[in-house]
């Protein structure tokens, strides 16, 4: 079984960043594709950013240029560097795990991962 522990994440001010980290346990957990998501009160959760343990990675245009998706040598944390900041990144980001095989169109829903940490709330104020 996975299991996911995001950290990171706080307040800031609009154009400030935040590094939010996702420590990833269990059984080849090296294998499987990391994605992040955020969610804010009365809003669907939205995709940001996913990376293939190869190194591959796609984000969303909302954060494209501002957020990176990456990882560490031992592929079992992986990182969403935010930076410039806008009120609107403001929410509850999650990271989830999918397993192989599986396709980018698959890594950019939430339905395409199977297990979810309980997340980090991050909120950026103008």
């Known amino acids: 079984e996975v299991h996911l522990v995001e950290s990171g994440g706080g307040s800031v001010q609009a154009g400030g960043s935040l590094r939010l980290s996702c420590r990833a346990s269990?059984?080849?957990?090296?294998?499987?594709?990391v994605g992040w998501f955020r969610q804010s009160p009365g809003k669907e959760r939205e995709w940001v950013a996913s990376?293939?343990?190869?190194?591959?990675?796609e984000v969303a245009d909302s954060v494209q240029g501002r957020f990176t998706i990456s990882q560490d040598d031992t592929k079992t944390t992986r990182y969403l560097e935010m930076t410039q900041l806008i009120p609107e990144d403001t929410g509850m980001y999650y990271c989830?795990?999918?397993?192989?095989?599986?396709?980018?169109?698959?890594?950019?829903?939430?339905?395409?991962?199977?297990?979810w940490g309980q997340g980090t709330q991050v909120t950026v104020s103008s």
């Open positions: 990376i293939a343990g190869g190194g591959a990675s």
């Open positions: 989830a795990a999918a397993r192989q095989p599986t396709s980018w169109p698959n890594l950019m829903r939430a339905e395409g991962f199977s297990a």
């Open positions: 269990g059984p080849y957990i090296q294998r499987y594709y």
